[in-house]
């Protein structure tokens, strides 16, 4: 058996997949794909972009990273793919800044806090997950992420802080935690995709947070 990272070529989940095998059901999406898709899947609508190479599905290297008492400081690499290691708990402010290769990252269930701008002008990155422990996202930490396109905000997370997904223009899903307690000036400015959004009933919504086209939904 060998296991390796991919896209789902159906759903754009990123799943384990085993090389070994011919095909699969993807566990999230519940349909089967040839596994050579998985590998050579390009799930980002725009064209001008390559498909990742099977070497870019591989645990990044320590080399790669900058890491002091378990803040990721700085991310080093290229690769479009990316896998941290758990011994990551943070990810400090700036860690990804402007890193335009990348297009998917695995983030480990021990990060706790993404710092302010972590992931800013990311402007390839497609999809990434939130993991439930973090109850802390930065100002700005995604902003200038082009092409994300759906996000789910941890249940421990009350704030969303101005700037997070600003200038996210490909974002049309986001799933906020029933716990939110406020959402700040500009959060989601310029996500020109954002059609709706359900945002629990009690929240508070600052001046200028959703565009003005943005049909806010109280759940």
Known sequence: ?????????????????????????CPDCGRPFMNAQAIT????PAPSVA?????????????DLEIERGVLL????KNSY???????KEIGSNAFLAARNLRSIVLPDSITKIGAQAFSECR???????????TLIGKG?????????????PGGVQIVASDTFWGCTALRSVHFPAALRRIETNAFHGCTALLSAGVPTG???????????????QI
């Open 1 to 25: 058996m060998i296991i390796n990272h991919a896209f789902c070529p159906l759903c754009g989940s990123v799943i384990p997949v085993d090389l070994s095998q011919e095909a699969m059901i």
């Open 41 to 44: 899947a390009d799930p980002t």
């Open 51 to 63: 498909p990742f190479s099977k070497k870019e599905f591989s645990t990044t290297p320590l080399s």
């Open 74 to 77: 700085r991310y080093k690499g």
């Open 82 to 88: 990316v896998i941290l290691p758990d011994c990551i």
């Open 124 to 134: 390839q990155l497609v999809k990434l997950r939130i993991p439930d422990a973090v």
């Open 141 to 153: 930490a995604f902003s200038g992420c082009k092409s994300l396109t759906e996000v789910t905000i």
């Open 203 to 217: 929240s508070y919504i600052a001046d200028g947070a959703f565009p003005v086209h943005t049909n806010i939904i």
